[in-house]
């Protein structure tokens, strides 16, 4: 069984994925987006309900597929410190997944534009032609991801809480978004064990959060 995470966004989504393909999944509602992130209280409740639900322990987990960014600092901190603990606990391996790809896997779309909010005015975004990434994850204004899409010629479908920020440039480029309550905009948990199962084992102290750029947070100087 492979237990995944991801808490890139504000939202917190946690799924057993067991070796059958049947999945017990924990997933917040796309309104929960745009609250305030609260990882750190719903993050291990989640992990134990998909757990019970599956009549499951913590000793059944073969592996831990955890969405390593790029998104929230603080709530890709929360997510991998975990997924590195749970490993440690239960000698068991780590499988980064990137949040961007997770979110693309959900988009149902020839072309898969994953949009999640970078703060500072700007978006973390990839491009995906199915499983294949034609675009590297990169951070952009809205204005610069427009050009860029203008550029390329593409009219992909876009999800994730970036493209309900900047819906109006998004569309404004001649991409699509989907509906504000859809699922789509979800970072789901299903995704990151799905494309965990094929991602190599890591020890838990090499997988790291993908800031993609510096931390908000920066120390004062003394």
């Known amino acids: 069984m492979i237990l995944g995470f991801d808490t890139s966004t504000a939202g917190t989504s946690a799924c ?7 999945h017990f999944t924990r997933d917040p509602d ?13 993050l291990m409740p989640a992990v134990a309900a998909v757990l019970e639900e599956a009549s499951a322990s ?23 410190a975990t997924a590195r603990a749970l490993a440690r606990s239960r000698e068991i391996p780590l499988r ?8 693309a896997a959900g988009i149902d779309a020839p072309l898969a534009l994953p949009l999640i909010d970078a703060r500072r ?3 973390f975004a990839a491009l995906h032609r199915g499983s294949e990434q034609v675009w ?6 809205p204005e610069a991801l427009v050009e860029r899409l203008r550029k390329a010629g593409v009219t992909p479908l876009a999800a994730g809480d970036g493209s ?12 699509s978004v989907a509906p504000e309550r859809d699922a789509a905009h979800v970072v789901r948990a299903l995704h990151v064990c799905r494309l965990g199962a094929a991602v ?23």
Request: net charge negative; hydrophobic share 45%.
């Open 96 to 103: 980064p997944v990137s949040s961007l790809a997770a979110l």
């Open 30 to 42: 796309p309104g929960r987006l745009s609250e305030a992130p609260a990882h750190a209280r719903e």
């Open 200 to 222: 190599p084992d890591t020890p838990a102290e090499a997988v790291l959060p993908d800031y993609l750029r510096a931390p908000d947070a920066r120390p004062r100087p003394r």
């Open 16 to 22: 057993l994925l067991a070796p059958d393909g049947s």
């Open 121 to 123: 005015g700007e978006v």
């Open 58 to 80: 913590l000793g059944d987990v073969e592996a831990i597929a955890v969405g390593v960014g790029p998104g929230s600092f603080t709530g890709l901190r929360i997510g991998v």
């Open 164 to 175: 309900l920020r900047f819906r109006e440039a998004v569309e404004a480029a001649g991409a």
């Open 136 to 141: 590297e994850p990169f951070a952009a204004s």
